[in-house]
């Protein structure tokens, strides 16, 4: 019997190093098989999950699209112009957050903040688009309940909405949590990417519903 | 060679923790162990099986005669609704959970779970959701609109009251669900022990493994789904509004996206217990254990594939019956591999039938059965005439009951043992295994004769003159059986925790690496490092000389999780957000309990990842 | 084990007589489809099942400990050759029952010729009855519920809706069924062949009275009278003609001591819902997802209340007196006639045949 062993120093993975972000939270060789930390591989996992979530939602757009029967339809209400400011600050968005990322690997904690912050307020105004571009949708007819499209598209931009705005309340925290050193320069690479990831993620959502929502309604 | 009483070799260590853990009540309310957490689960499990087996005992009743009016109209409909809303949701996958929790991080060699207090979480958001479906009783009616809850008859125009707690206590299952299939998905991938390969992960952890894929890759399509309900019934969206456009067919590919997913959710961790134990009692390895475990993931992938033959009524049109038949009748090749694996495992060993064997060894060909009649189903134009009707009702039940449920008594007879440390009496529970089939059998094989006569499922009574009433008394009083083999368990498992024999680290003779620890484990599991070389780490131990007892750990060398109230915290505040839209048809104002909700989701999330652990 | 081929018999129908539901004694050409599946998958079915029982069953008796015997077994880990072959084996299976079966599914899709004689009929589910309304031939525009009247040996398509929820629309003896889903419109094309009367009811939930959504086919012969059985009795049947042009009719007003019961009808506001073809006063209700079943030849009927009750008179008057009663949640109010008046109505509603 030979030993194929796959981590050599033949101790038990340690439990508790749960959301990352504990002062026990070195994230060694013995606590991850496959060579990805826990809270990375726990955002793959989740994210896949979002992947179907969000899947779901921009299927149905499609499965019901051009089958309402009341107006207005997308291409009455859509503003591209607007929307494509709101689009470009979220992309620059994940721009600030790579910086961030890079950042914490430099362990430089105070210009990290900076760049979460920035992510957070590009965020935020993207949000205050979305809050300004359903208002104006209602005053021109659409509501919720107007229309299958009025439907299927306040829950689907909703949704990515409520996600972006999740992303801005876990950066505000992570930047209160650099400024009273609840998290350190050890912790704070993997912590900032797993929310660089998410925040990522949600981007990318928004460029999907951005080309194939908006702009293919113009596309004739 | 090696037995099983020299890994007791050394004092335990004291492990290292933050906090000192609390006692008593505090202690099971501020949990954060993997073994606990099992035990919550596994006892709200069973709880909620007698109370789904006290539903259908209820419908059987009404059913046992033609023209009788014992429940009547949604009364009846509510029964049914709640029977198996509570079996799928309540009753089986917690118990499923239950071994999950317990028995992965043990059979893996870990400590704990990846992320300890987001397993709390899931706990707590599984009790919110079990609690707030049932509440509807209490403050409404049970839902009536079947637990597939069909659109349009689950929305406000046709659907009654207790709908709504019927969506907001699956969004509350849903998330749990989804939160628990990430974090096993970590625990096996990423905290095994040294030596345990992929191929040397036990079969009921693979199992797992894939049934927390499905968990978290097939919750979500449902979520929406019901998150469109949520807005029809509350916000007066039209998705499911046919006077809108909407279409009937949305909710049932959402629902089945999911739904069929969830059935293998249901089996597989049964074929896993099955596989785990059909080795121990006939005293020689699981037979081509490596096809076991790659059918298991062939049928979790294909379980993405097939949920179109739910629908082959609805009118998708003949390509797509003939795409979702076709992808349906390849599920049987894996199961089937499985089937003879098992066989094969009887072949040439040296059997003995103590309580967990017999029912493995009856879950095969109850599940054949069903498997087979599962096969029919396949078949797109048999199953116009089976879909709906009680051959379909009796195939699910050989699966579900035959299959899923036995394998679970099975898993509890089994691991009864390491969990409590005492042995469940062996003639109780052969009258409870021998009860439970009869009764099993004389309930769900007359099923099949009922559809073949045209009984279509859930209606609440009959005509005299349909040629129905022989088998459906035979129905109800195979009910009864059940009932009672399920009690005696029940019975059981109280007495034996009390004055069972002492069960020690290894009753069975078994292979896998939960053995070789004290029976209860202690909190961080085990005293030393395994180190597994095989497929059967205890096995190799006790058989062979080369192979040394490892050493202890030393005190400092631990470090366990502490215990926290943060899990319950931010579950009670995703509870207070669900209430809130639960109860904005009451009063418009109280929507301020979301919005109470999700602040305390928010500042207990800062206090949960700014906590030392 | 000796049990088995008993419990396979009784899935077999070995009985002589058909069950009056029963889905293996088909009288039309998908139903006949069906039923061949049901038989080829049945007989395998048993084939597998007895092989495994009887592998299982011969392991768990040749292989059980001795007493006293504590060496190991065999330690085998399995057998390659043996998986494959166990996987080969299923998959040809698999593919040998898949093949006839998807063409199975192309033949009950296909749609009838249009050159050929086509009856169509379209079918709207309704909490908790059953609209039928003709759209081609001799019957065209021919409403009437819950009994669809069809001709044998002629090609039928039937359009499947709802108003509400959905419904399918499922008569065993005749063959699968089909969902009635609202919004949308799904054919069901077949040839039914055997002359005779089949019941049948809704098989999918449907609200709090989906037990009692009944339907009932009655098969008339093309030409002459038969004489069928149901239930064990003989009942003559018309030819397909003769029914629809005794449907078509128009009501004849009632002779003067039922003239009080077509007043009532009136005051108690049932023509808001029921129309009767011919009666003034009595054909305002506007066709919509709320309005009932049309009444103009409801005497005729076999039962009432979706087959639920036979129809006579007492019947009428106990289901128009108290309809929650005999149906929960039913749409038609309680309370709109006195059980008196119930009775006057029914004997008018009775005479409409």
Sequence with gaps: ?220 | MASVADFAQAQAPVYHQERPAKSGLVDWLTTVDHKKIGILYGSAGLFWLLIGGLEALLFRLQLAKPDQDLFIGNQYNGLVTMHATTMVFLAVMPMIAGFSNYFVPLMIGARDVAFPRLNAFSWYTFLFGSLVINASIVFAHFPAGGWTGYAPLSTRAYGNDGMDFWWAGLVLLAISSMVAGVNFVVTILNMRAPGMTLMRVPVLAWMMLVIQFLLAFSFPPVAVGLIFLAFDRTFGAVFYESAMGGDPHLWQHLFWLFGHPEVYVLILPSMGIVSEVLPVFARRPLFGQHAVIFSGVFIGFVGFGVWGHHMFTAGMGPIADAVFAATTAVIAIPTGVKIFNWLGTLWGGKLTFPVPMLFAISFIPMFTIGGLSGVMHANAPLDLQQHDSYFVVAHFHYVLVGGALQGLFSGIYFYFPKITGKMLSEGLGKAHFWLFLLGMNITFWPMHDLGNRGMPRRIFTYPADAGWNFDNMLGTVGVFFMAAGTLLMVYNIFTSMKNGKTAGRDPWDANTLEWMTESPPPAHNFDFTPVVFSERPLFDHKHSEDLAIPVPHEAEQIHMPSYSWKPLVVASGALLVILGLLLLNLAPMLWLISVAGALTVVVGIYQWVTEPV | MAALPLLLAWLAGCSSEPAPRDTHAPVSDNGEISSFFYSLLLYLDAAILAIVVAVWAYALVKFKKQAGDDTLPEQSHGNMKLEVIWTAIPTLIVVAITVPMLVGVFQMSKRHDPNQPVVEVDVTGKQWWWEFDYKSGSAAGLHTANELHLPADTAVTLHMTSADVIHAWWVPRLGGKRDANPGRNYPMSFTAKAPGIYDGQCAELCGSSHALMGTKLVVHPLAAEVEVDYKGQKVKLESYETWVKAQLQPAKPPVAELEKGLKLFKERTCPSCHLINGLEGTDIAARSATSGPNLTHVGSRMAIAANTLVNNPENIAKWISKPSAVKPGSKMPDGLVTPEDAKTIAAFLSSLK
């Design chain 1, 1 to 220: 019997m030979s030993a194929e062993l796959a981590t050599a120093d033949g101790h038990l993975p340690d439990a508790g190093h749960d959301a990352g972000h504990g002062d026990h939270g070195h994230v060694s060789a013995e606590n991850n098989f496959l060579g990805l930390p826990n809270i990375k591989l726990a955002m793959w996992a989740f994210l896949g999950s979002e992947c179907m979530f969000f899947g779901s939602l921009i299927g149905t757009y499609f499965f019901y699209h051009g089958k309402s029967l009341a107006g207005p339809l997308p291409n009455q209400v859509f503003s591209i112009a607007i929307t494509s400011i709101s689009t470009f600050l979220l992309l620059m968005s994940s721009m600030t957050m790579a910086l961030a990322v890079d950042a914490t690997r430099l362990k430089r904690l105070s210009s990290a903040r900076t760049y979460i912050l920035a992510t957070a307020a590009l965020g935020a105004t993207f949000v205050g688009f979305q809050v300004y571009e359903f208002s104006q949708f209602v005053e021109e007819g659409l509501k919720l309940s107007t229309s299958l499209f009025g439907s299927t598209f306040f829950v689907m931009t909703g949704f990515h909405g409520a996600h972006v705005t999740v992303g801005v309340i876990w950066l505000t925290m992570l930047s209160i949590m650099i400024s009273n050193g609840k998290l350190n320069k050890e912790r704070s690479p993997i912590t900032v990417e797993s929310a660089g990831l998410y925040w990522h993620f949600v981007d990318i959502v928004w460029i999907v519903i951005f080309t194939f929502v908006y702009l293919l309604e113009f596309i004739k």
